[in-house]
């Protein structure tokens, strides 16, 4: 699992008073900035003619560095930040590789990341122009910008990702059962057994410190990682957690010039 | 930051004398000696109990001290902070949010009566009332109330003692009754406690008493603080722009229980209201104001009792993390937003109004038992608060006295 990135919690949250408006469908665009998985903005009347365009605004002027368009369908799209006018990301670096600015002409993924330069804005602007599927109407799920607080750069072990589907069990008088699935958080578990990775060490400290959630990205953009793909681990998978539990600081096998033990529990939150 | 709550003591130092302000967070840390799980849940509440009506906002907490130092002795014990007596010490305790925002969450005074020393634990356990528990402690001197005052005025010399002016602050302006009448036995209250006078007094003119955050005494209607537009937005798990801060919907209720169309005040009078009684069937409450002997006047107060409290108006208890409740005081007003949960159907989207297409969108799966729309309007009536787990229980009913008020314009 190498590679797992954390960020911070997103600047553009609904719940901390950024604002969006969107050139159609806008009564759905606050949806982008919800971290909602079932929800999602949605064009209306919309066709490959039609530019849409959806402009974020944060609830402060703050910097960032990280962009994710998680679940979409562009195919033609840019993104500018507000400085003094609309301005261009420098040194971008996506998932498709160096760019000159966020200026798509072909995308066929179904997420975007982005790292640049870091800049210092309170508005950003996505221009749509064209969907993979010709004339489709635009949609977007979620929109992020954010820092990277660090990628691991070893193997912490884990148990996989846990999805719970928070269920309501009962047993009817028949003895059949009545099962109702609420909505589904995910749960990560990393051990770090006799680990040999100072930065990671570091930045799992870090983590188990920290008071805000922050989002863990499992993909964490590196596709050829993986020979088979599976729910939790696709690129649209980023989640919003936070720690739970002690921070235990030990040596393997209590010799201080071996590996690390450290565990850390992500449970996703709102 | 993280938060936290910070518990500040300041004692007399001689009779109806504080001293000056001690700032014992730095000089001695009051919170390092508060043992985890040392605080029991601060309550703050309207009325008396789920099945009463009443006029109270009366909380109380235990506070264990670890006394390993002497600090919370006896002033006899040179070690200890209270150099003239523990009784009546006053007792603040703020909550501090993530971004360092502070908020008084309960003041109050040590009740020295119920004060336990563990010398095995070295554990004090300091019994602190809110500030209007004074109210206990002061009696109603003869001639405090004269025949033919009104309720305000009664109210105002019963609370303009020395005793509690010492330790709250009064001004005529804030005593504001629902129903002011003239009394028709002002020796009625002789020798009562003020807080007995003032449950007749409170119970009579359909009124109650709050202390707010700067020891200031009012007296007024159960209307809530803003009529128009809610002071505090509450949103269930399925808000679908992630907004969700309610924990727990615990208690949800008709208010049956708390309805009473059918009032008699003493026993030469009685009225039912006609139009609710054959709906909800016959829920009465007998009510004692022997001060009061005029018929009319007992008609006038049993008519503001069955107005406010004849129609029955939902309740229920939700739970949040205290830092957003951090702001809500008594009587604010409240939206809630708690709408069923939705999940798409597998390889599909969710439909939304405006958006989808018939024939192609699929309904999704709508679970949840009952959901709440953000324009009915709520009122708090009760504020419970657990430091140990930093979660806050806010009672709130519905507001509104009939079946199609209570909602935001």
Redesign the interface.
């Known amino acids: 699992m190498a590679g797992l990135k954390f960020f911070d919690k997103s600047k553009a949250l609904f719940k901390d008073l950024a604002t969006v408006v969107a050139s159609t469908g806008n009564d759905t665009s606050k949806h982008v900035l919800s971290m909602k998985r079932d929800f999602f903005w949605e064009s209306v009347g919309s066709d490959d003619i039609t530019t849409e365009t959806i402009t974020i605004s944060l609830p402060a002027t703050q910097a960032i560095s990280r962009l994710f368009l998680v679940t979409h369908n562009f195919k033609k799209y840019q993104i500018k930040y507000e400085d003094s006018g609309l301005q261009d990301f420098t040194n971008v670096v996506g998932l498709e590789g160096s760019l000159s600015g966020i200026d798509a002409s072909g995308y066929a993924l179904n997420t975007s990341y982005y790292t640049f330069d870091s800049v210092t804005t309170d508005e950003i602007v996505i221009t749509v122009d064209t969907t993979q599927v010709v004339d489709a109407e635009k949609n977007l799920t979620i929109f992020i910008v954010t820092n990277e607080l660090g990628s691991f750069v070893g193997y912490p072990g884990n148990r996989g990702i846990i999805f719970d589907p928070n269920e309501k069990i009962a047993t009817g008088i028949s003895g059949l059962g009545s099962i109702i699935k609420g909505v589904e958080s995910i749960e990560i578990d990393l051990n770090l057994s006799a680990y040999p990775n100072q930065a990671d060490i570091t930045l799992v400290d870090t983590l188990l410190a920290r008071v805000d959630p922050f989002l863990v990205w499992p993909n964490a953009g590196l596709l050829s990682q993986f020979k088979l793909i599976q729910k939790g681990w696709k690129l649209q998978d980023i989640y919003q957690v936070q720690t739970v539990g002690d921070n235990i600081s030990g040596f393997h096998k209590n010799i201080y010039t071996s590996g690390v033990n450290k565990r850390i529990s992500l449970l996703e939150v709102s | ?2 938060q936290r709550y910070e518990i500040l003591v300041t004692p007399l130092v001689r009779q109806d004398v504080y001293g000056s302000a001690i700032d014992v967070t730095k000089d001695i840390d009051i919170t390092d000696l508060v043992s985890r799980g040392g605080i029991a849940n601060l309550i703050r509440q309207v009325d008396d109990g789920d099945f009463d009506i009443g006029v109270y906002t009366f909380g109380h907490i235990n506070l264990r001290c670890i006394n390993y130092a002497g600090k919370f002795s006896e002033p006899q014990d040179y070690r200890s902070i209270f150099r003239y007596k523990r009784d009546l010490a006053k007792v603040d305790i703020n909550f501090f949010d ?1 971004d360092g925002n502070e908020g008084l969450r309960f003041r109050g005074l040590v009740n020295d009566e119920s004060t336990r020393d563990d010398f095995n634990s070295k554990i004090v356990t300091l019994r602190v009332l809110s500030l209007d528990s004074v109210f206990r402690k002061t009696i109603v001197t003869g001639g405090t109330v004269a025949t033919n005052n009104l309720f305000s005025t009664a109210v105002f010399n019963i609370l303009n003692v020395t005793p509690i002016t010492t330790i709250l602050n009064l001004d005529v302006a804030n005593i504001n009754l629902d129903v002011d009448l003239q009394i028709d036995d002002g020796e009625f209250f002789t020798n009562l406690t003020v807080k007995d006078a003032l449950g007749f007094l409170m119970l009579a003119s359909n009124s109650i008493l709050i202390v707010d955050s700067n020891d200031n005494i009012f007296v007024r209607n159960r209307l809530e603080n803003d009529v128009d537009n809610p002071q505090h937005l509450f949103f269930g ?1 399925g808000d ?5 801060n309610i924990l727990r919907v615990l208690e949800y209720n008709t208010g049956f229980h708390r309805a009473f169309n059918s009032i008699n005040i003493g026993s030469d009078f009685g009225t039912v209201n006609t139009v609710y009684q054959p709906i909800y069937g016959g829920s009465q409450k007998n009510l004692d104001i022997p001060f009061i002997t005029d018929l009319t006047k007992k008609q006038q107060i049993a008519d503001k009792v069955i107005e406010e409290f004849g129609f029955p108006k939902t309740e229920m208890i939700l739970e949040t993390q205290s830092q957003h409740a951090r702001q809500v005081e008594l009587l604010d007003s409240i939206s809630i937003d708690y709408p069923k ?4 159907h597998p390889g599909s ?2 439909p ?4 989808a297409i018939a024939g192609i969108a699929i309904a999704p799966f709508v ?1 949840g038992g009952f959901s709440i729309k953000p324009q009915f309007k709520w009122k708090v009536i009760a504020i419970s608060e657990n430091p140990d787990k930093m979660l806050t229980a806010i009672k709130v009913r519905r507001a509104g006295k009939g079946p199609s008020d209570g909602v935001f314009a």
Do not use: A, I, N, Y
């Open positions: 930051m993280t993530v798990s679908p722009d992630g907004r969700e949960q939705v999940t798409p989207k969710l939304f109004f405006g958006q679970s």
